[in-house]
């Protein structure tokens, strides 16, 4: 990679106009805060913005079940309740469901193939990132994954693809999608216990068959900041990269792991969430940076904002420029506003050594030159293979029988340690 990357940012102006509900936390409408921001900023001049291809039917089933897709495409109150869709579920039905996932999807398909044929060092595609979405249902206000579908295409070119989850929810739809597979390494840091959703991610799930060890969960506590956020961050993912050698990087770079998010219990700041992608961005990498969570919205535009900044190398002032959706950053007007919380900070010097030392343990278990990288670049044939066995798996299983209770409880120490 050049020492300036080329940066592609894809933006459909339509996909913020979507809504879940008057009363529901996501809303889309984040996303025209934000790409409104990187245009006052003037970013634009500094990356190529494309507005993004619209992801079919068949793209989105590449990952997802037929029936599933089918339903999205003409979904109906009725038989929303299969997919987990609709009244009494998180994840409603709005209009204009199917378009709003082509939209987002379609982005995050475009980037990845951007990346593929060497035509940007960096995709940016902030709608993105929908990583609870399962493969015969929704989850957690996602609904098609995105993140899945990217990766499978970059797969077509890249030996192995490491996927890095900062949102403060588990990745869990990306994990379960490549738990049994080398080829994609997944890397989760989210709060875990006390019920908090979607109660997966916990240190002993590390992936089964020939992708174990390579599902990394870190779990963490309430109240993490920054600095301690770091101190995890940075030596675990330097060890990741060392040893698995990823020729591409997914980032998903949820952002209600801040301060004062409306869902979350975190105390990073946007300088610190920025300093996590900026040093994935180090490794120079072909990286695919995806949004996520985020329920402070004024926030979410502030932090993403940041990060294309760093992205694309630009500083950025701590004065909101002037612009649309002005009033929303008041009363500070400041890129960097106080977001400390009233969270202590449960994560102990212990609780991190232990998670730290317990973590070198599993990487240690990955060879430093695993099977698959003695292999050539694989042909989409290979992709073909994997497909194949996932529908094989389908035929075979029901999707929850994928995590049975009783092989969950294996991976949990009897005396709690991490708990
Ligand atoms: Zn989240």
Redesign the pocket.
């Known amino acids: 990679m050049a020492s300036k990357p080329v940066v592609a940012y894809f933006h459909d102006e339509d996909v913020a106009n979507f809504h879940y509900g008057q009363r529901h936390p996501m809303k889309p409408h984040r996303l025209a805060l934000t790409h409104s921001l990187v245009l006052n900023y003037g970013l634009h001049e500094k990356m190529q913005v494309y507005r993004p291809y619209r992801a079919t039917a068949d793209d989105i089933g590449m990952f997802h079940s037929k029936d599933y897709v089918r339903y999205l495409q003409r979904p109906t109150l009725k038989d929303g309740s299969k997919f987990l869709i609709g009244t009494g579920h998180d994840c409603p039905l709005f209009e204009g469901l199917f378009d709003f996932c082509s939209m987002y999807t379609g982005a995050s398909l475009e980037g990845a193939r951007k990346l593929n044929h060497k035509q940007c060092d960096i995709a940016i595609n902030w709608s993105g990132g929908l990583h609870h979405a399962k493969k015969f249902e929704a989850s957690?206000f996602c609904y098609v994954n995105d993140i899945v579908i990217a990766i499978l295409e970059l797969l077509k070119y890249h030996p192995r693809v490491l996927y890095i989850d900062i949102?403060?929810?588990h990745g869990d739809g990306v994990e379960e999608a490549f738990f049994t597979t080398d080829r994609v390494m997944t890397v989760s840091f989210h709060k875990f216990g006390d019920q908090f959703f979607p109660g997966t991610g916990n240190i002993f799930e590390i992936g089964e068959g020939r992708g174990k060890y390579y599902s990394v969960n870190v779990p963490l506590k309430n109240g993490i900041d920054g600095d301690t956020y770091l101190r995890i961050f940075k030596p675990t993912m330097t060890k990741v990269i060392e040893r698995y050698q990823p020729s591409a990087i997914v980032l998903q770079c949820?952002a209600?792991s801040l301060g004062l998010d409306r869902?979350g219990c975190f105390n990073m700041t946007i300088e610190s969430h920025g300093a996590c992608v900026d040093f994935i961005k180090s490794f120079n990498l072909p990286t695919l940076i995806l949004g996520?969570?985020?329920y402070t919205i004024r926030n979410v535009a502030r932090c993403w904002t940041y990060e294309t900044g760093l992205l694309v190398g630009a500083e950025l002032s701590n004065e909101i420029p002037f612009g649309e959706y002005f009033p929303f950053f008041g009363p500070d007007f400041s890129l960097h506003p106080d977001m400390s919380t009233s969270f202590e900070n449960e994560n102990t010097k212990e609780y991190v050594d232990r998670l730290l030392a317990q973590i070198d343990l599993h990487l240690k278990q990955i060879e430093a030159v695993p099977s698959v990288m003695m292999q050539e670049i694989p042909s989409d044939g290979l992709l073909h293979d994997l497909i194949h066995a996932r529908k094989e798996e389908e035929k075979d299983k029901n999707a929850d029988e994928r995590f049975p209770q009783s092989e969950r409880d294996k991976h949990i120490k009897p005396d709690n340690e991490f708990e």
């Open positions: 957690g949102d403060i929810h949820g209600d869902l996520g969570g985020g």
